[in-house]
């Protein structure tokens, strides 16, 4: 990826999941959305992405909040927004999402160098509880670790 602006983040995404592979794919979005994303207006803690009936990858639960300057051509903060991938890649997700044990989790919303709004999705298997401890004491170990060499300069 090239230099793009990020708007919003998932900060669980990692620590619920292991991430096997991230991909980037656009989102399809009104225009009212966009204003509240250059807003940077976006929550994506409780955002997964899956199938509709016709086959489809679409985003649910991101939530948009509604942009005030809209008025009545406003829209719904948590509506279903339609993914854009290309065909092959697609298709290889809805194989292993219907295999079964692997989730889509969006990682993170931005706007490339282009200007266009996408989302960086990543493919996981769900954690258990040993391998969220195992995460964190991980972590608590690395800034452990920064603190002693710092003390010893």
């Not at 489809?56 to 509604?66: A, N």
């Not at 999402?97 to 692997?102: I, Q, S």
């Not at 996981?124 to 003390?151: A, C, M, S, Y």
Request: glycine letters at 8%; one cysteine or more.
């Amino acid at each position: 990826m090239a230099e793009y602006k990020e708007i919003g983040f998932n900060k669980r995404a990692h620590y619920d999941y292991e991430i096997l592979e991230k991909l980037e794919a656009g989102i399809v979005l009104l225009g009212s959305e966009v204003k509240a994303l250059r807003n940077h207006r976006v929550n994506l803690t409780e955002a997964y992405a899956g199938l509709s009936k016709d086959c489809e990858i679409f985003l649910y639960q991101m939530h948009i909040p509604e942009y005030k300057l809209a008025n009545r051509m406003n829209h719904n903060p948590t509506r279903a927004r339609k993914l854009l991938l290309h065909k092959k890649q697609a298709l290889r997700l809805i194989g292993q999402l219907k295999r079964g044990g692997y989730s889509l989790v969006p990682i993170s919303v931005y706007f490339n160098e282009k200007g266009f709004a996408k989302v960086s999705i990543g493919l996981g298997k769900g954690k258990k509880n040993i391998d969220k401890r195992e995460t964190i004491k991980q972590r608590e170990w690395n800034r452990e670790k920064v603190r002693l060499l710092k003390n010893n300069r």
